[in-house]
């Protein structure tokens, strides 16, 4: 093979033997925040990409390590902007581990609804989202209004409109408000109606279908290889999912509810199923949650706690099943009020790894459109 000079556009002129790389980002409309894609092109196809992270790195993971029990949940509600309930969720569950806490019946179902209200509202994002990055304006439309429905719920209950801060350690902040159960059924039972505008509008789109099928086949054993989860995942047909194989929370006791979608095909479409189709059954779980807690009798959701919160000296791993995948936290202490270590676990970081194995072989054209089907927030690589 004859060897090839690089040259980098904008810079250098090209020849015949001459690879151009191209630079995507670090802040392109086709990414969700601010990556850099670096591909090597011979013509219109790809021949390497390298994604280039670092660029919202706020250093979190050490920042956990200067801040007491209570105060670390704020900062791992954000990494992954669009779930941070759920974010909040695997920091509580591992502290109340050390602990050997018990969490309230009733604030273990709340935490159950919550959860799945949230991962509605990230999975409608990348519903109206990814459309729009393939030239589809009109879905990502509908989409805000659902969020728009889902969210006045959870703000009613928490206070916030994206960053919920409603986990403490040993339950939640508080009970819910008078009336609220019934204002949630109603959100859901809203959203649930209208859900036909993604499997009609844009399932139904030959266009779309053209542009996403047979595009960006990831295979189950690069998903292995590369500890890919989520969605994503369960496109390319790896059937894993926490919160069936591994249940927390009350997902033991919704197996009858809980479906774990899969796909064979491993293309930008069937994950696109998959995350439609997952929307589908959290409203489903959402509303099994409701029926539970209308059948609970009043009580608390939260454990009185000392002023000063200390875990006892060890470690402990807590994952739980965000909506884009593996969140995990393992948490060290030696005892004192601020965790020793927490490292992050976090599923973008993963997922978008394996676009180095992903995009080389595929034209340029297709590239935003396996970009975006990776379903990631950045926040959540740059952590």
Known sequence: MTPTAETTVGIGGAAESTDMVL???????????????????DGER????????????????KLFEARDYRQIIMLANRHDWLSAF??????????ERMLGMEVPERAVWTRTLLAELNRVLNHLMFLGSYPLELG??????YAFREREVIQNVMEEVSGGRVHYMFNRVGGLKEDLPAGWAARARAAVAAVRARMDVFDDLVLGNEIFRGRTRGVGVLAPETVHAYGVSGPVARGSGVDFDLRRDE???AYGDLQDVLRVVTRAEGDCLARFEVLLEQTHNALDLADACLDRLAELPPGPVNQRLPKVLKAPEGHTYAWTENPLGLNG???????????????LRSASYNNIQVLTELLPGTLVADMVAILGSMFFVVGDIDK
Request: glycine fraction near 10%; hydrophobic fraction near 40%; avoid cysteine.
């Open 23 to 41: 630079n995507i980002g670090p802040q392109h409309p086709s990414t969700h925040g601010v990556l850099r894609l670096r591909l090597v092109l």
């Open 46 to 61: 790809i021949v390497r990409a390298e994604p280039v992270i670092g660029y919202m790195h706020r250093g979190a993971e």
């Open 86 to 95: 759920s974010n909040e969720l695997g920091v509580v569950l591992a502290v």
């Open 136 to 141: 589809g304006i009109t879905p990502v439309f």
């Open 247 to 249: 249940p927390y929370l």
């Open 329 to 343: 936290y393992y948490l060290v202490s030696k005892g004192e009020k601020t965790p020793y270590r927490l490292k």
